[in-house]
Nanobody, 117 residues
Framework: QVQLVESGGGLVQAGGSLRLSCAAS?????MGWYRQAPGKQRELVAS???????NYADSVKGRFTISKDNAKNTVYLQMNSLKPEDTAVYYC??????????????WGQGTQVTVSS
């Protein structure tokens, strides 16, 4: 079993920045972030493999950066130029697949990100 502990959500004005962190209780192959806005399906925001290759949703490319500290088993999501449409609950996810699947093995508790206009 792997526990994921998230931190870093909050309220920010449009154009601002936030950084999310997610610490895993042990090393795992793939990690990433999903988000779910009210009335919408959960969607993949970004993922990263142990080797460092990354994947982003088109809506966040150029604004969000995912990174990982393998020594700390911690993944980060730096979110810049935030927009009101980025408002959602952000969930850390992790899995034993090389690339994070649509059904990750583990989920964090979720952290609220609210972007005001």
């Amino acid at each position: 079993q792997v526990q994921l502990v998230e931190s870093g959500g909050g309220l920010v004005q449009a154009g601002g920045s936030l950084r999310l962190s997610c610490a895993a209780s042990r090393s795992i192959f793939s990690m990433g972030w999903y988000r779910q806005a009210p009335g919408k399906q959960r969607e993949l925001v970004a993922s990263i493999r142990t080797g460092g290759s990354t994947n982003y949703a088109d809506s966040v490319k150029g604004r969000f950066t995912i990174s990982k500290d393998n020594a700390k088993n911690t993944v980060y999501l730096q979110m810049n130029s935030l927009k009101p449409e980025d408002t959602a609950v952000y969930y850390c996810a992790a899995g034993w697949t090389v690339r994070l699947s649509s059904t990750p093995d583990y989920w964090g508790q979720g952290t609220q990100v609210t972007v005001s206009s």
